[in-house]
Each structure stands twice: as structure tokens, then as C-alpha cells.
């Protein structure tokens, strides 16, 4: 973030401990802590950890509490932490087809192997306001494992059994069998193109130690929209939902649950798990007319964030699939395909730093504007003075005549 202060020393200091008695609030209300944000404002978390580009509940809670409930802020304050760890490794990357679902959704077809999981979702409740939750000591509520799974004739009951969840709201389930993707059924009958990672793919581009160029490679637009703006990817998504691309989209997939984390230490030769995490992840599908060398066929978007972070993974699957526009031969034609324009604004921390810089000082900077317009001023009175009074001149005697004319008349 943009920061420039100059002078003022005491004043600052005064203004922070303002800043903790307005986050404070009134002191006769218990003060809210850190457990509880984790704990009840799961949705928050799962963003600040993505944006933030940090896997940690506690630490994004706390963000959260700091930034007295600004979100933004809280992103950059948990980004700032990042930069002071050091890397201690590098993950492989986690199989998703493996992942302990507590939600999994398709919106192209209805019975799938393994079968809908309706999961905790806000989707069916009327946005109406529970003024039962203004009550204090409200009555305590089911665990948030009391899913309902639309099974198939094939589907295994496997999975369903209850667990009082974590601090994501995600309820662990016991470990299930591998469920095959959505995308996995279209692929096999060739009606899907194929994104499969192999040996001779490039080493994926590391955002943290390598700066974005434009044009960039997929995983370097994946890794910058993974941590962009939800809100900022959410309008560009539905721009392209408006006929601002060449984009009609399905949601293949969306999965959210727990995946295991592993490391390959050089010494032992072989991964060991070190834990797990909670994801949201969103496979979009579109259709795309083909060209000579590709038979028509649907293409995919991709979404991925940390916790439960939907609306953030479907936003993020379309503007992937923008992003993918002159790759398979289209036409840019809107903001939400041209890559500089989306991944250098995109970024909450940076954009909120250079709009909020405004307010800081700039005294000097004013001061020589100011001096330049009077100089423009003083010119442009020097050039077009003489004239404008002439014109005046020339309209009064106009006017004088005519009214002579009117009065002989």
C-alpha cells in the first residue's frame, strides 16, 4: 500500500488511540473477541484469508477484529504479516477429487456419482430479517453437519454421519472415496477440452518471488485472482453474464470441504500429509463453437479459494474463462478478457492504497498546481483578453443601434 506521512508526530499518536477507543465502543457492552469472529463470522475469514493469501483462522479473526470489522484493512494487515514468514516449502499440489465434501453442487446435471450435497447454504432462505437473533442468549442450534445429500441409485450413504465441524463452519466428514468431477464425465466423452497437468508443463509462476508482466501465463491470472477483490471479480463476472464477452457459463461444479496438505521432504523421497485445509472450489463450463484445428466442444473456468468462500470461487471461474478469450481464437471485446486491465486492478491492498493516499498530505504538489493555473490564467487573459473586449465592444454598439432603431421607430 501507498503510504507517505510527513510531520505531525504527536497528532498521529493521538489519532491511534482514538482509533482503539472507536474499535472499542461503548465499554459497558462485552467486548467481542477474537474466538467468537472465528467462530461465527466464518464467511469473513474464509475472505480475508484468500485475499490475504494466508491460511490462518486466528490470525484473519484477528485481522478482522483490528480493522474494526473493515475488511479491506483486515486483507492488508493479514498480507503485511505474510511478507515477515519465511517459506519453508512447497506443498504438492492438493487433489480436490479427494476432498471431504461438506457441500457439492452441480448445476448441469441432476444425478451425479456420489450425489448432491445441499450443504449450509444461503441459497433457499428468504432474505428476510431474524429479528429472533436480536435476543441475547438465543437457544443453541444444530451442528452445522446436518446436511441433506440427494443421492443416486449409485451414491453410498458413506460421509453422512454428523461432527460439530471446526472454526471454518465446515463439518469434517470421515474420510470417503475419491468423487469424480463433474468435468470428469464431459471429458471422457471428449465433449470437454483437456487441462490435465503433465511433465512437460512449465513451472507454475510464483506471484511472491516474480513480478506480473502482462501477457501472463494461466497460473499466474490464477494466483493473482485467487487473492483479488472479490467485489471487483463479482462485477466483472456479471459483466460477462450481460454480453460484455462471448460467455454463457454452467456451473459444472462446486465443491467445498477439507483437503490434505502434503510435503515431499528431499530426504525421505515420498509425500507425508501435514494437515489439512478448508476450499471452496468452482468449475465453469462454456461453450465454445470451435475452430479448424478444435472441434466445438465446452471449455472451462476455474475458481479456487480458501474456507467456505462461494460466491468468490464462481466469480473467480468466470473471469478465468475471460481471461482465456484470445488463447482460443476470440475476439477481445470487453473489459473482463483484457488481462492488463483486470490483474493490475484487481488487487484490494494496492487499489485501496493508491485511492486512500489521497487523503495524506500533498501540500507541495498542490501548491505548484495552484501556481501553474494562476500562470495559465495570467496567460490565457494576455492572449484572448484584448479580443473578448473587442467582442464586448462590438455587442454594446450592436446593442445601442438596436435600440436607437426601436425608439425612432
Known sequence: MYVAVKGGERAIEQSWDLLAKARRGDTSIPALTVTQIREQMRLAVARVMSEGALYDETLAALAIKQA??????AIFLLRAYRTTLPRLGTTTPINTAAMRLSRRISATFKDVPGGQLLGATYDYTQRLLDFALLAEGEAATAPLAGEVREHNDDASDAGDAPDAGDATGIPPLPP?????????ILGRDGLLESLRANDLDPEPHDLVHTPLFTPASRTARLQNLARGDEGFLLALGYSTQRGYGNDHPFAGEIRIGHVA????PEELGFPIDIGEIAVTECQMVTQFGGNQDVPPQFTQGYGLAFGHNE????AMSLVDRALRTQELGDAITSPAQQQEFVLYHSDNVEASGFVQHLKLPHYVDFQAELELVRRLRAEHAAKYG??????DRAGEDASTATQDKQEAA
Open 68 to 73: 474494526a470489522g473493515d475488511l479491506v484493512e
Open 176 to 184: 470417503i472415496d475419491t468423487t469424480p468431477r463433474v468435468t470428469d
Open 261 to 264: 496438505i502434503e510435503i515431499e
Open 311 to 314: 460466491r468468490k470461487a464462481l
Open 386 to 391: 484584448a479580443q473578448t473586449a473587442d467582442a
